[in-house]
């Protein structure tokens, strides 16, 4: 089965820094792959997602690349803030029939100030 | 839209109570999944529907744990009879068309049994 790994349980930073959070899997490379943010008390939010054929995707702050070599995906938000602490989360999926998404364990982000 | 709605939102009962948790997927989504998460385990896919009919139900913990999806806006949960290992917070998502969609979350069940 597919094993993902967050780079850490919990990271924490000073506000305007760029805070790069690590997902790596293991076995079969994913057809996409997945960021969430989740806040306390409350399901994940989508965030980004990223192909297998793309190196790297941008949504204003956040910046996502994917190394289907390293089997990693990097995960970057510029200028922090402390809005931005979160547990973040990185999901794979094969874009197939089987369908399952897979969740990695989350890394808690602390942004102060 | 409203979102995903569940409840209860929070739920505590004595082992060995039913429990029944409830979920309406956002209109038009096609695809309906229920996650449990806890510390320990992190979030995990119990069950997956499909146009109302569940396609893997391999996360499903045991023969206590059953779905059902009788119509495109509402889905269950049931555990019977419920055990304290089964306290956790139950999400519900759901999804578009194409499988690897986006999916959307509800608030999640908080269940607490004691």
């Known amino acids: 089965s597919q094993k993902i790994e967050q780079n850490s349980e919990a990271l924490n930073i000073q506000e305007g820094k760029t805070a790069t959070l690590t997902c790596n899997y293991t076995n079969y490379s994913p057809a996409y792959l997945q960021w969430y943010r989740q806040d306390p008390g409350r399901g994940p939010v989508f965030l980004l997602l990223i192909r297998e054929n793309e190196k790297e995707k941008r949504k204003e702050r956040l910046k996502v690349t994917f190394d289907t070599t390293l089997k990693q995906s990097l995960f970057h938000i510029t200028a922090s803030q402390p809005a931005d602490s979160a547990t973040y989360l990185c999901a794979l999926d094969r874009g197939s029939t089987l369908g399952r998404l897979y969740f990695g364990r989350g890394t808690q982000l602390t942004v102060w100030p | ?114």
Request: charged share 20%; proline share 7%; hydrophobic share 35%.
């Open chain 2, 1 to 114: 839209d409203a979102g995903v709605i569940q409840s209860p939102r929070h739920e505590v009962t004595e082992m060995g109570q039913e429990v029944t948790l409830r979920c309406k997927p956002i209109s038009g989504h096609d695809y309906l999944f229920w996650y449990r998460q806890t510390m320990m385990r992190g979030l995990e896919l119990l069950i997956y529907f499909n146009n109302n009919v569940p396609i893997d139900d391999s996360g499903m913990p045991e023969d206590r744990f059953s779905a059902k999806m009788p119509n495109a806006s509402f889905s269950t949960l049931k555990i019977q009879p419920s055990e304290p290992r089964d306290s956790a917070v139950y999400f519900c998502a759901s999804s578009g068309l194409a499988l690897g969609d986006t999916q959307y979350f509800g608030p999640g069940t908080r269940l607490t049994v004691l």
